[in-house]
């Protein structure tokens, strides 16, 4: 997608709105503008809005309404959930892993630091998935009631976890799992009735939505308390004046990409695996990080080799319009390196860049960045 001729392939920090949705969310900002927890009719308007929302996104992800949440976002769901294992559910020990999303990895610190939960973290092998092995055996090691706490696919290199054979796995050991399935929900299809997790998140913004709206699926079985206090909103879970017309947009977004999945998929796979061969022809000494075949079809994570005129390489395709990034986008304004990378043993005479698409993307334009890229490196 160009913007006054700008390249956007940076689709897994975050996506342009459909307009489909803004139109879907434009009536909510107008005329329906009630507040939801009021009585009269503009109030029973927004409230219906809120509520059928709900039901779509519980259709579409096979989960009940009431399991159904919505958050400010993925941080906001990702920190309710680990901290109410912790507090609520007597999780004293907390599984994660180095490779993890900051909103996850800040969270497990934190609860460490205060003494409230011991932290392992998980091995993760070269290709950059989970070390299955070493899992179990951090569980059966376990003396107290634990928290496995896995990403479902990587923000900076797209590995996928097996998120199935971790939720046995956690079934085995009595454990409490929790995915961040941010960059998974409205990109693959989810069957949570049949899915062994206890809580999974999502944010709108990654599947062509609002931002600043997100969803917390809660395990009807879990019993939690509220991470905000205040009013009685989201059924006593989450107090605050909901956002209404996000709700409706994320509601709206996950109808669209769940309708055109395949079609999408199909598209933007092609492609990164084209993207891939491109480098691969026409930038000497390209190599690529996490696993291909098992991974999120968005993300696409090159590393080049370091010399004057790479090491500016993200700057210099800002300049030159291209929108990229050095990893995740949350940490790109510090600029301390990706502790992702630094987990796979990332060589410090790389640059590693992530490119992430959409289905707004096309051929023509990773030509043209191949073409910048053979000037640049």
């Known amino acids: 997608m160009s913007v006054k001729n700008r390249i956007y392939f940076d689709n897994a920090a975050t996506t342009p709105l459909d307009p489909e949705v803004l139109e879907a969310m434009l009536p909510y900002m107008r005329e329906q503008f009630g507040n939801p927890s009021s009585i009269y009719s503009y109030g029973r308007e927004s409230r219906l809005g809120i509520e059928n929302a709900r039901k779509s996104v519980a259709k579409i992800l096979n989960a009940h309404p009431s399991e159904i949440f919505f958050t400010s976002g993925g941080t906001e769901s ?5 901290t109410a294992s912790v507090r609520d559910l007597g999780c004293k020990h907390i599984i994660s892993s180095p490779i993890e999303h900051h909103a996850t990895l800040h969270t497990v610190e934190h609860l460490h630091h205060t003494g409230e939960a011991r932290l392992s973290y998980v091995k993760i092998l070269p290709s950059g998935h989970v070390d299955m092995e070493h899992l179990e055996s951090l569980l059966a090691d376990a003396s107290e009631k634990t928290l496995v706490t896995l990403m479902h696919a990587n923000n900076e290199i797209g590995n996928l976890l097996d998120i199935h054979a971790v939720g046995e796995l956690c079934k085995k050991y009595d454990a409490i ?10 990109h693959f299809p989810f069957d949570l009735k049949n899915t062994p997790v206890h809580f999974i998140t999502g944010a709108g913004h990654k599947f062509h939505g609002p931002k600043g709206v997100g969803i917390l699926y809660i395990n009807q079985d879990v019993k939690i308390k509220p991470y905000i206090h205040g009013g009685s909103q989201e059924r006593n879970m989450r107090a605050g004046t909901e956002n209404l017309y996000g709700i409706i947009g994320f509601a709206k977004a996950l109808e669209l990409a769940t309708a055109h999945f395949e079609k999408d998929a199909q598209y933007i796979n092609d492609l990164r695996f084209y993207m891939r061969d491109q480098l691969k022809a026409n930038i000497p000494g390209v190599s690529f990080n996490g696993d291909h075949e098992r991974s999120l079809y968005t993300v696409l994570s090159a590393s080049f080799p370091i010399n004057e005129k790479s090491e500016m390489l993200l700057f210099n395709l800002d300049i030159n319009n291209i929108c990229a990034s050095g990893g995740s986008a949350c940490t790109s304004g510090a600029n301390q390196g990706s502790h992702v990378i630094k987990a796979l043993n990332g060589d410090p005479n790389r640059v590693a860049v992530r490119f992430s698409f959409s289905k707004n993307n096309t051929k023509e334009e990773i030509d043209q ?7 640049l490196v």
């Open 78 to 82: 990702s920190n309710t959930a680990i």
């Open 177 to 186: 799992f929790h995915s961040d399935t941010v960059q998974t929900v409205g």
């Open 369 to 375: 960045v191949i073409n910048k890229l053979k000037e």
